[in-house]
């Protein structure tokens, strides 16, 4: 099993940039598929960005494809979103998840989940 720990977030203006990290524990990190999660008030929870296990291969919601990236660091069992170009409708709480399933990168199937961080974007 593994737990996750999201930090970075806050509260930025539309055109401003945040990081987002995602600490994992355990020793079997490089086995799970990472993904980010974001969902706004009132709305559905929504895939925004995926990686594989390796970090090849990346999946990107058309929301925030050209404008976030999503990496990972198997040494440091870390996983990273670089939020550039922020808008206000990014405004959502950002969860970090893990799955050890073979699954695309863009699958929503994940079964371990961080507790989230609020992300603000001001207008």
């Known amino acids: 099993q593994v737990q996750l720990v999201e930090s970075g977030g806050g509260l930025v203006q539309a055109g401003e940039s945040l990081r987002l990290s995602c600490a994992a524990s355990?020793?079997?990190?490089?086995?799970?598929?990472m993904g980010w999660f974001r969902q706004a008030p009132g709305k559905e929870r929504e895939l925004v960005a995926g990686?594989?296990?390796?970090?090849?291969?990346?999946y990107y919601a058309d929301s925030v494809k050209g404008r976030f990236t999503i990496s990972r660091d198997n040494a440091k069992n870390m996983v990273y979103l670089q939020m550039n170009s922020l808008k206000p409708e990014d405004t959502a709480v950002y969860y970090c998840?893990?799955?050890?399933?073979?699954?695309?990168?863009?699958?929503?199937?994940?079964?371990?989940w961080g507790q989230g961080t609020q992300v603000t974007v001001s207008s």
């Open positions: 998840a893990a799955d050890l399933r073979i699954r695309s990168t863009a699958s929503v199937d994940y079964n371990y």
């Open positions: 355990g020793r079997t990190f490089s086995s799970y598929r």
């Open positions: 990686i594989s296990r390796s970090g090849i291969s990346t």
